[in-house]
Nanobody, 122 residues
Framework: QVPLVESGGGLVQTGGSLRLSCVASYNTYSSYHLGWFRQAPGKEREFVAAMTRALGTTSYADSVKGRATISRDDIRNTVYLQMNGLKPEDTAIYYC???????????????WGQGTQVTVSS
């Protein structure tokens, strides 16, 4: 059973918005902190946002702070990433992730989804 399945990526113009969704298995959603990472062509995967399981505390990378919002739906076992004011440098594959630890605001991921492509045109 694939524990994390992303959707919602696509092509958007600079300044536009997207909402990414990640449906988690019940076990994953109920047991782990969830978050988002991204990987741009030729670059390493980087942390974007996280939400802790119990308290729902959120944290963001400086590069998206003020433009991104992570949220969740406990009935649908789904975590979302709303991205506004998109820039060409936001172009990347976005991955949903789960992990047991959030350290200094960064999710230490141990499970990954397959990724969804976000392309921002200039």
């Amino acid at each position: 059973q694939v524990p994390l399945v992303e959707s919602g990526g696509g092509l958007v113009q600079t300044g536009g918005s997207l909402r990414l969704s990640c449906v988690a298995s019940y076990n994953t959603y109920s047991s782990y902190h969830l978050g988002w990472f991204r990987q741009a062509p030729g670059k390493e995967r980087e942390f974007v946002a996280a939400m802790t399981r119990a308290l729902g505390t959120t944290s963001y990378a400086d590069s998206v702070k003020g433009r991104a919002t992570i949220s969740r739906d406990d009935i649908r076992n789904t975590v979302y990433l709303q991205m506004n004011g998109l820039k060409p440098e936001d172009t990347a594959i976005y991955y949903c992730a789960a992990g047991s630890t959030v350290h200094l605001g960064r999710l230490e991921a141990t499970s990954w989804g397959q990724g969804t492509q976000v392309t921002v045109s200039s």
